[in-house]
Each structure stands twice: as structure tokens, then as C-alpha cells.
């Protein structure tokens, strides 16, 4: 569709630097104005599925490969760690909102008492202390990646529903949007270089996705393998970039992906999908 990512790295929107003053909202709609001048034919509801908005004929064969799932029984082994009984005879559904349906759209959320963004992975370890046990390894595939993982289906085709209603949460919010437009690490970019001003573009053989709709759909089941949460994909990137990433977990990442997932808000999450 458009030229190789090569070459094209001087040519950035610099969405993040002229959007200094904008609010969330004004942020988001800025970013959907962006994506529907750069790709017409493209609803923004369809960048759910990533790099696949970009690519018919992959979409078409990514549907036929989810007719019948790969990962069918690994969501199986998320769905019993969902059931198990915690060391206090309570479950996971005893002590998340709603019994965990329909919730995940609102994560991460600003908790006020604590002053502090709280991701999905952050209200399920907080869970599992509150009934004996240790917390999760942040992006341990085979814990929270599979939990998570199930818990997502629970919410499938509901709508990412990030709210940002105070000053703190604003703040938090803003260091997020800082982290997703800063040119970091050796190779000197920035998530928005890959994600709004190549969006489309081929960083040698893969198509980048676009920002918007990424958040809807972690964690993903990549290479026919594990599970791999989306704050681990920071991390993954943040080292292709020749930067010393932060850990999965931390406050940086969590604004990051508070702001990353309020740009998705309106568009319909998706449960346990398949990536290369």
C-alpha cells in the first residue's frame, strides 16, 4: 500500500508534539482523522486486527484459520486457573467486579485511593494476594498470559471504555502519551514512529499495524506457541529500538498502556487471537 519503512523515518506526523494541549478525547479523534486520510477504504473498527486492516488476503486465510482455533486448548487451561479455587476457597470471580464479565474494556483504569494507574494483570494479582496467594510473574505466558487470556472472553465484542476524570488520572494519561510519542533507545524512534506515521508500511517483511485498535486484543497466542501480553510486547520493542526497556508491571509501562488502550476507546474488543 505504501512504500517500504525504509527511508520513510523523516517523514513523521508529529501528532505528539503538536497534540501538547489536546485532551484525551481531542487526542483520539486526532488520531482517527489521521488513519481515515491516510487509508480511506479502511473503517477504523477494522484496525482491530492489526497489520491484517492492511492485508485482504491475509485477513481472509486469518479467518479460516480461526474457524477451527489453534490455541483452543490452551484457552482451556486458562479457563480452569479462572476456576480453581484461591487458597481461601474463594475464585477469581468472587473477587474482580461483575464476576469479571464485560470488564476488561475498562482496563487499565485510574485508581484514585492509590494514585495509580491499575492494569487487568494488576486487579488479578491484587486477588490473589488478597486470598493467600503470590502474585503472577507480570508476563509469565503460562500464568497470566493464559489467565488473561480466558478472562478476555468473557468481554469478547464488548467496547474499550477507558475513562481519564481527574487530574491525577490526566497526569498519568499524559506521561503515557509522553512515552508513546518519545524517539527512545539507539535507533532513536518512537512507538508512533512505527504506529501512526508508518502505519501501513513494511519494516522488512511485516506490515506495522496502526495504534489505534492495538489494545483490544491482548494477550496474543504468537507463532503457534504463548501467549505474549501486551506489556511484554513493550518490552520487545523497546529492544528492537536498542533501548534498556522497563520491566513489565512498572508505572511507566502502565501509563503507557493507559493512554495506548484510551485511543481504542468505542472499538470492540477481541478474546485469544493469533499472531505470527
Known amino acids: 500500500m505504501k512504500k517500504n519503512f525504509v527511508g520513510l523515518l523523516g517523514c513523521c506526523v508529529l501528532l505528539g508534539s503538536t497534540g501538547v494541549n489536546a485532551d484525551p478525547e481531542e487526542d483520539r479523534l486526532k488520531l482517527i482523522s489521521h488513519f481515515k486520510v491516510a487509508y ?47 487458597k481461601s476457597g474463594r475464585t477469581y470471580a468472587e473477587c474482580l467486579p461483575d464476576a469479571g464479565k464485560n470488564i476488561v474494556g475498562n482496563y487499565p483504569l485510574f485508581d484514585e485511593a492509590q494514585g495509580k494507574v491499575v492494569t487487568l ?41 477507558i475513562k481519564v476524570a481527574s487530574a491525577a488520572a490526566r497526569a ?45 486484543h491482548w494477550p496474543i497466542f504468537r507463532g503457534g506457541k504463548q501467549w505474549v501480553t501486551l506489556q511484554k510486547q513493550y518490552e520487545i520493542c523497546h529492544r528492537n ?27 470492540p474488543l477481541q478474546s485469544s487471537v493469533v499472531r505470527e
Open 40 to 86: 480511506p477504504e479502511i473503517k477504523p473498527g477494522e484496525y482491530i486486527y492489526g497489520s491484517l486492516a492492511f492485508d485482504p488476503d491475509a485477513k481472509l486465510k486469518y479467518d479460516i484459520v480461526m474457524q477451527s482455533p489453534p490455541h483452543a486448548d490452551e484457552l482451556g487451561k486458562g479457563e480452569q486457573l479462572w476456576k480453581k479455587p484461591l
Open 121 to 161: 494483570e494488576d486487579a488479578i494479582n491484587a486477588c490473589r494476594v488478597a486470598n493467600g496467594e503470590l502474585a503472577y510473574a507480570y508476563a509469565d505466558p503460562q500464568t497470566i498470559g493464559l489467565l488473561t487470556a480466558y478472562l478476555r472472553t468473557l468481554s469478547d465484542g464488548g467496547k474499550m471504555n
Open 172 to 216: 498519568a494519561y499524559e506521561d503515557g502519551k509522553k512515552s508513546f510519542y518519545s524517539r527512545v533507545g539507539q535507533l532513536n524512534f518512537s512507538c508512533a514512529n512505527c504506529h501512526v506515521d508508518n502505519a501501513g508500511n513494511r519494516m522488512r517483511s511485516k506490515l506495522l499495524s496502526a495504534a489505534i485498535g492495538q489494545s483490544t
Open 241 to 267: 529500538m536498542l533501548q534498556v526497556s522497563d520491566k513489565p508491571g512498572s508505572r511507566r509501562y502502565n501509563n503507557l498502556e493507559y493512554f495506548h488502550s484510551f485511543i481504542s476507546n468505542g472499538l
